[in-house]
């Protein structure tokens, strides 16, 4: 069998590891017969996120799960901050039998309310990512002089970003409003970083 543990990153993530679904469901096609578990636990690095990561691996269907118990948490030799009781344990497991058990369009729509949770999750994510790069931008333009605000340049990106956006089928619109705020959020991270 294979375990899902989820993959450490220097990427900012709520979770200890990023779960990157995308390479255990490309083991299983390419290993067909291979069970693969998921490790919600260690993925999670926290016991807030089990139930979130747990109905994830379930909806993509693996194998199993590895939950990590004990009966004092805050005395555990290793990563007290994701293990659970055991009462607790069971708790989780009645919920997620529950969950499976739902009718398949209240359960569809579950699925894809978590989906889009997780998605707003990395959204932030690579946001804060791209702001501190921002920063780091900032701090070079001040050794060197340069100014903030860069015409040449944001036209530049604001060109490529409509462009991308609109093979992806966003609203121009939309993609517009995004560039100006993602953009003024840049500046804004630049001058506190300059000053």
Request: with cysteine.
């Amino acid at each position: 069998a294979a375990i899902h543990r989820g993959f450490h990153t220097h990427e900012k993530c709520i979770y200890r590891n990023i779960p990157l679904w995308d390479i255990p469901l490309a083991l299983r096609k390419e290993l067909p017969g291979l069970p693969v578990l998921c490790d919600p636990s260690h993925i999670a690095g926290n016991k807030r996120y089990l139930m979130e990561v747990s109905k994830k691996a379930l909806a993509l269907q693996m194998d199993g799960l590895m939950i990590e118990t004990h009966f004092q948490p805050e005395k555990a030799l290793t990563d007290p901050f994701q293990q659970i009781t055991p009462e607790t344990f069971g708790e989780i497991i009645t919920q997620l039998q529950q969950w499976l058990t739902a009718d398949d369009a209240a359960r569809a729509l579950q699925i894809l309310r978590e989906d889009i949770d997780h998605h707003d999750h990395r959204i932030l994510e690579l946001l804060a990512r791209r702001l501190s790069l921002s920063e780091q931008v900032g701090k070079l333009k001040k050794e060197q002089g340069e100014g903030i605000v860069q015409p040449g340049r944001q036209k530049d990106l604001f060109d490529d970003r409509r462009k991308r956006g609109k093979e992806l089928g966003l609203r121009g619109e939309f993609v517009e409003k995004l560039l100006q705020l993602l953009h003024g959020e840049s500046v804004a991270v630049q001058r506190r970083r300059s000053s």
